[in-house]
């Protein structure tokens, strides 16, 4: 879908959510969901609910359930998803491509996803995360990404680990049943994350909505067999007038269902043979 809206629909949607007229199911929240596509993957963006991007398919197979943003300033409050905030614009270009601004007088947040179908079961989705400051003071941003896959379908049989360089978080990974062909991975190009954890679900998704401050637990895993999530913390102080880039881009590597089966034969004949041996 394509689809633009503007400073003047997003004064409307705040309008109509602040008097209550309006629920996220209703019919301008439509508007907000996003369909970017790109040779074998399609990824589905609700800029518009919490759902945030909650398809990401490879060759016509859904990996993903839920992957979205909170943010908390300063050191009390709770963390807010980011569509809470203002929805300034959200703009879908060359059908890969999407582009949204949230914001208040005081800080904006854009981010920007780029789908790049591989073939052969893989695809990438490149993110860019700016966090702009328009006050007259430093910025005391926390900012979260929250991240459920469920791999191959079923969340139940899935391991993940996170990994940190220099001291920060800059690597996840989630696998179906073992690491050792892992399906998902996501590296933070710039800069790492001050904090990270890998939890089942619904443990991190619970505390970023629970009336008060969290910080992540910093545990990295390896975790599971189980329905894993996890996500990454920046703790940001932005100049006044100056803003932050995070860059991230997300890897799925997905057997072909034949492949995976021959694969799978394969190691059944090695099996058998070495058992006869
Ligand atoms: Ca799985
Ligand atoms: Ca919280
Ligand atoms: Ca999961």
Avoid: C
Wanted: proline fraction near 4%; glycine fraction near 12%.
């Amino acid at each position: 879908m394509k689809a633009t809206t503007n400073v003047t629909l997003a004064r409307i949607f705040s309008i109509a959510l602040l008097a209550g007229a309006l629920s996220i199911n209703g019919a301008l929240a439509t508007t907000t969901i996003f369909n970017l596509v790109d040779g074998n993957s399609t990824a589905d963006i609700n800029v518009g609910s919490t759902a945030g991007m909650f398809n990401w398919t490879v060759d016509g197979q859904d990996q993903l359930v839920q992957q979205w943003f909170a943010y908390r300033v300063g050191s009390t409050g709770d963390e807010i998803p980011i569509n809470y905030l203002p929805l300034i614009s959200a703009v879908q270009t060359g059908g890969n491509q999407l582009s949204s601004l949230y914001g208040t007088t005081a800080f904006t947040i854009r981010l920007d996803y780029v789908l790049n179908g591989q073939g052969s079961g893989m695809a990438s989705i490149n993110e860019s995360i700016t966090i702009n400051n328009l006050g007259q003071s430093p910025l005391d941003m926390h900012f979260f990404q929250y991240s459920d896959f469920d791999i191959l379908g079923s969340g139940g049989n899935d391991v993940g680990a996170l990994g940190k360089s220099g001291g920060l978080f800059n690597y996840a990974t989630q696998g179906d049943g073992s690491l050792l062909s892992p399906f998902f991975t996501e590296t933070v190009l710039t800069p790492g994350a001050n904090h990270g954890e890998i939890a089942f679900s619904p443990s991190i998704l619970l505390r970023l909505g629970n009336g008060v401050p969290d910080t992540l637990s910093d545990f990295a895993g390896p975790l599971g067999p189980g329905d894993i999530t996890w996500a990454f913390q920046w703790d940001l102080t932005i100049a006044p007038g100056s803003s932050e880039l995070i860059s991230k881009v997300k890897y799925l590597t997905v057997p072909e269902p034949s492949s995976f089966a021959l694969v799978s034969l394969g190691l059944f004949a090695l099996l058998a043979r070495r058992r006869r041996a």
